[in-house]
């Protein structure tokens, strides 16, 4: 009787999400998607030590470091399975991640980055959205590739980097 009474109460179970699978079909299509997660960022104050702890102690593939002047950051690529993280250091008396360090003073995570397929179509329909972007146009990211960022206030307190993909 305990396989059977299991049974009886996995139906209605199966109907309600059977059901909410189709009231997700309502969702609007957008002009462009919503691609995979391609890195976190991380501030970190002392980047050869940052860069030591994922490469010589956790044994990951961690890439040399590459000075990006329009970002005012320094940056080192930790290569995951699926994904990355990106270390980043402060390059320059203006660069974001110096202010964001004096709050932060042991670092933290600074950002999620996820690939979209048209960034300039993503642009217009956020902003019709009222999601602010940070920058009037792309600049070229650390992938040599289109990068927006948008307002943290608009996104539940996380800054999010959309990248062409």
């Known amino acids: 009787s305990g396989l059977l009474s299991r049974l009886q109460t996995s139906?209605?179970?199966?109907?309600t999400l059977s059901?909410?699978?189709?009231?997700?079909?309502?969702?609007?299509?957008?002009?462009?998607?919503?691609?995979r997660l391609n890195h976190v960022a991380i501030a970190v104050p002392d980047l050869e030590k940052a860069r030591s702890l994922y490469k010589d102690v956790l044994g990951a593939q961690v890439?040399?470091?590459?000075?990006?002047?329009?970002?005012g950051v320094y940056t080192v690529f930790v290569e995951l399975g699926n994904t990355k993280l990106?270390?980043?250091?402060?390059?320059?008396?203006?660069?974001?991640?110096?202010?964001?360090?004096?709050?932060?003073?042991?670092?933290?995570?600074?950002?999620?980055?996820i690939e979209v397929d048209d960034i300039k179509a993503a642009m217009t329909e956020l902003k019709k959205k009222k999601i602010r972007i940070l920058s009037e146009e792309p600049k070229i990211g650390a992938h040599g590739k289109p990068v927006i960022f948008l307002h943290p206030k608009d996104c539940h307190g996380v800054l999010v980097e959309l990248e062409q993909a």
Request: with cysteine.
């Open 11 to 15: 139906g209605p179970i199966i109907r």
């Open 19 to 35: 059901a909410s699978k189709s009231s997700s079909q309502n969702i609007p299509s957008c002009l462009w998607k919503l691609g």
């Open 63 to 71: 890439s040399e470091t590459v000075a990006l002047p329009d970002h």
């Open 86 to 113: 990106e270390l980043l250091h402060p390059l320059g008396e203006k660069s974001p991640i110096a202010s964001f360090l004096q709050k932060n003073k042991t670092g933290g995570m600074h950002h999620i980055c």
